[in-house]
């Protein structure tokens, strides 16, 4: 790799010294950072070159290699090269016209600069960029300068001297996310964050946080407590069953975990953890039930196990679901989840509703298959006749013995025919077996419905398939 490079963004040919270089950038350079800008540049126009190296330039200048580095350092601080690489040192010369975009007067931000300066006093503020980071954000944002020289205050007494602008300015841009923009607003921030001193002490005890508390931890604090709703007892139970392990980050997993599981209490906190464990044992037996495999059943405790137990279904019931799934040929979970969720809007959440209800496709198909019998067909039962069938006995409120004696009277036809006919009888109000004794007909008897295996009932759970309602 090259000593010395132009950025992708920098215009290819000659290499000139761009003007707004010498207006905006060369007043604030000294002598050697000078230097090392135009003899790296002048490097770009031939970047392989045997000059184009660290030697060539301290030999030039009779410098060390470490005043070198210290020279691009800043001017990478001041915006105008990307250090790409270190042992060996690598530069990239940036396009100046997007490297200033902006240019500010000096006399606008005098009194920011000089409160920036008082609270940094042991930093050199030698280059322009140190101020126009803070200068963009106060533009963009269109915060107070004084607002923003206070947030710094707080983090500078947070952090000490040593943090960086980008950390300011990421606190700052989450402040007026959260609707603090003035003064005000951010003296009560801070003494809101303050009064947490006491809880996070207790929290930091609990996961054994031995290192000093930062701002990071008592944001997450007031997430805790305030978004998400958890008291002090509730979040010290959550930190002492972590046994030391993980600090605020798993702690913060662990809260989040009980929030969307709704285990908002100590109490509700103590049984989804004495739960857990049979949870997931259930979670492992749907997947070999299915014949799947997963090494982490997390996600899929939380994605499905956790919907479909809130949802009242009991183990057994989860257990048989998935087994009329295998024998079904459904290998997914998520196709499981789908037959799940149709039980569920039918009300069948436990392994007798659920054998109750495939029980009741069953006796229907054979009511429907017989009904085609009726009519001098012998064939299997398709969904259009279940469709047909469902809007006869729960839209149009006939009952079996008046569909039979009109299949009575279709001998030789279709379905369609029936359907037409009852149509007919509706629409004329004539709903009862003895109004639709026009032809003098008599229906036949209808036979009992019998008791059906689990081998049965299992031929019949693919027609849950087709449970949804009939669009009006």
């Known amino acids: 790799m090259s000593f010395c490079t132009l950025a992708k963004d920098y215009e290819q040919g000659a290499v000139l010294l761009d003007k707004s270089f010498v207006v905006n950038y060369l007043p604030e350079l000294d002598e050697l950072q000078l230097k090392v800008y135009l003899i790296g540049l002048s490097f770009c126009a031939d970047p392989n070159a045997p000059q184009n190296s660290m030697e060539f ?44 975009a902006r240019h500010y007067k000096k006399e606008k931000y005098a009194d920011f600069n000089a409160q920036l300066e008082a609270l940094f006093p042991s930093v050199a503020f030698n280059n322009i960029n140190q101020y126009t980071v803070y200068y963009d954000f106060i533009e963009e944002t269109k915060i107070k300068p004084e607002t923003l020289i206070t947030i710094a205050r707080y983090c500078v007494n947070l952090k000490g001297e040593k943090i960086k602008a980008n950390y300011i300015l990421a606190v700052a841009k989450n402040w007026l ?7 005000a607003d951010v003296d009560e921030k801070i003494k809101m964050l303050e009064t947490t001193n006491e809880a996070i002490r207790l ?3 609990a996961v054994g946080k031995k290192s000093e508390v930062d701002l990071d931890d008592k944001n997450l604090y007031l997430k805790w407590s305030g978004s998400w709703g958890f008291n002090l007892d509730a979040i010290l139970f959550a930190a002492k069953s972590l046994k030391n392990k993980g600090g605020f980050a798993r702690l913060d997993s662990l809260l989040d975990e009980f929030y969307r599981n709704n285990a908002m209490s100590v109490k509700e906190m103590d049984e989804y953890l004495a739960n857990k464990q049979s949870i997931y044992k259930l979670a492992y037996n749907v997947n070999k039930t299915l014949g799947l495999y997963y090494e982490n059943v997390e996600y899929i405790v939380e994605k499905y196990i956790n919907n479909w137990l809130g949802r009242g279904f009991d183990e057994n019931a989860i257990l048989l679901i998935a087994e009329y799934c295998l024998d079904n040929s459904v290998r997914t979970l998520e196709g499981m989840n789908k037959r799940v969720i149709k039980f569920y809007n039918e009300g069948c959440v436990n392994t007798q509703s659920i054998n109750e209800h495939l029980a009741q496709l069953m006796q229907r198909d054979l009511a429907i298959k017989k009904i085609i019998e009726m009519t001098g067909y012998s064939r299997n039962v398709c969904a259009n006749d279940r469709d047909m069938y ?34 007919k009888w509706k629409n004329n109000g004539a709903l009862t077996l003895e109004q639709a004794k026009a032809s003098g007909a008599s229906a036949p008897a209808q036979n009992n419905a019998p008791i059906y295996t689990k081998e049965q009932l299992s031929n019949y759970f693919y027609t849950l398939e087709e449970l949804d309602e009939l669009e009006d």
Do not use: H
């Open 203 to 205: 929290i930091c005890k």
């Open 177 to 183: 996310e959260e609707g603090v923009r003035t003064l």
């Open 390 to 423: 469902k809007v006869w006995t729960q839209m149009w409120n006939f009952d079996y013995d008046v569909i039979e004696y009109g299949a009575t009277l279709c001998q030789g036809k279709s379905m369609s025919a029936l359907n037409n006919l009852l149509a």
């Open 57 to 100: 330039i301290c030999d030039s200048l009779n410098v060390s290699e470490e005043e070198v580095e210290n020279a691009f350092g800043a001017l990478a601080d001041a915006g105008l090269v990307n250090i790409t690489g270190y042992s060996p040192l690598s530069v990239s010369f940036k396009n100046i016209k997007s490297a200033y």
